[in-house]
């Protein structure tokens, strides 16, 4: 006789997995709209919704519920859960997420419940030093195949139904616009305030708080631009689609009148009329974002003193003297993590002051911040020196902060927006 092969443990967790996703899809059905988000090898998630003809998923109307389905073995299995499943990030439990977790097959098949709040309340978090599942909600299957937690489905889908009822919309919204697309529309700007954008006390108030006041502003235009913007891709697909040519001609019309409109209403911004306010708003938002990092690292001494470093080699490139004929003058200054600046170059260029442009293009490569500006009439002159280095201290503070940001959190390309 042949002998009997093992079923291999990574067939058996797929088949458990697969078991639980149908068996909680079947559930949901009863007596919800079900869109399936996600499948892995131990189970699926599930976004519902509540049977209300009144809303479409994707309208950001609806309040939605997700389901984690699980499938265990036996009471040796162990469930983990993501901990942004759980609670917010108030660490507010979040009331529409749930667990429904299967055991057993045929006539021996049981169905087990939990909410966020009970998984919260009763489970504990893998340590963060753990590599596996750090920070995850432990579930041992000897504590979720417990009486308590074992339901009926009228008993579960009564639990989602009223869950859903009492939800928080704006929090719902928030928690599932990852999820859905386009539930976000209607949801709130996300407006800076001193709690999430905060200042260091040494950096101005006043300034700090113009800044937010600038940004806040154009947030709020969005939730009306993003509906409008809707508006005008309905516009477009039908002129794309339409073999009707008065329909296709309507769109075209309205399309572009609808543009024009958005444009007047100062909701599409003109490049003309916007561009020199946002340039300056960004070179805002980079100077109080340096100073706020630097005082929250504690390199705002060495800051001071790196700049103060700045102004003396200048200085006392001017004073040594250049050729006469020079018109121009290039500093180089290259970025070091550890030393703050490495290393400052300045060499005379001869150029035509005509054809004069600020530039402080930054290298993702070599990290080097490269300034040209004009001499001054009389570059011996201790006091027409200490004017031109005055007024070049800005510019160089200000491509710096750019460096320094951009490198820091952001890959750029070489021509990225706030260059002169």
């Not at 040796?76 to 977790?101: C, G, H, K, W």
């Not at 003309?272 to 706020?292: A, C, D, G, Q």
């Not at 700045?310 to 003058?329: E, I, K, M, P, W």
Request: some cysteine.
């Amino acid at each position: 006789m042949s002998k009997i092969q093992e079923k291999p443990t990574w067939l058996t967790i797929m088949e458990n997995g697969s078991a639980g996703e149908a068996r909680t899809k079947a559930l949901l059905l009863d007596r919800f709209w079900v869109l399936e988000r996600s499948v892995d090898i131990d189970g699926a998630d599930f976004i519902v919704q509540r049977r209300q003809t009144m809303y479409r998923l994707e309208s950001g109307e609806a309040l939605l519920g997700l389901v984690q389905a699980k499938f265990l073995q036996d009471t040796s299995t162990t469930v983990y859960i993501n901990p942004d499943y759980v609670f917010d990030e108030n660490t507010q439990a979040r009331d529409a997420f749930f667990l429904v977790a299967h055991t057993g097959v045929e006539d021996g098949q049981y169905m087990y419940f939990l909410t966020a709040r009970e998984i919260m309340s009763n489970f504990q978090r893998v340590p963060a030093e753990n590599k596996k599942n750090a920070l995850k909600y432990r579930l041992p299957g000897a504590e979720i195949l417990v009486e308590k937690y074992r339901l009926s489905r009228s008993q579960i889908l009564n639990s989602i139904e009223r869950a859903l009822m009492k939800a928080d919309a704006e929090k719902n919204k928030t928690f599932f616009s990852p999820y859905v697309r386009d539930v976000d529309a209607y949801a709130k700007p996300f407006e800076l305030n001193l709690e999430n954008c905060q200042r260091h006390a040494m950096v101005d108030k006043d300034r700090h708080e113009g800044m937010i006041g600038n940004v806040n502003v154009l947030k709020k235009k969005t939730p009306k631009l993003i509906a409008d913007i809707k508006h005008l891709l309905l516009l477009a697909q039908t002129l794309k689609e339409s073999l009707d040519p008065i329909e296709a001609a309507y769109a075209a019309d309205e399309l572009n009148h609808e543009i024009g409109e958005l444009g007047r209403a100062g909701m599409l911004p003109s490049y003309e009329r916007e561009s020199k306010y946002l340039s300056e708003l960004i070179k805002e938002t980079y100077s109080l974002s340096f100073y706020n990092k630097y005082h929250r690292e504690g390199k705002w001494q060495t800051w001071l003193d790196a700049l103060e470093k700045f102004r003396s080699d200048v200085t006392q490139f001017l004073l040594a003297g250049v050729d006469g004929s020079a018109t121009h003058l290039q500093i180089e200054v290259q970025f070091a993590e550890d030393a703050l600046i490495g290393s400052v170059t300045m060499t005379a260029v001869t150029i035509e002051r005509g054809n004069y442009s600020a530039e402080g293009r930054v290298s993702n490569s070599d990290r080097i911040i490269r300034i040209s500006a004009p001499l001054p009439k009389a570059p011996a002159d201790a006091a027409a020196i200490a004017r031109f280095v005055d007024n070049l201290e800005p510019l160089f503070e200000e491509k710096f902060s750019q460096l320094v940001l951009w490198t820091y959190k952001y890959h750029h390309p070489d021509n990225w927006i706030g260059v002169n």
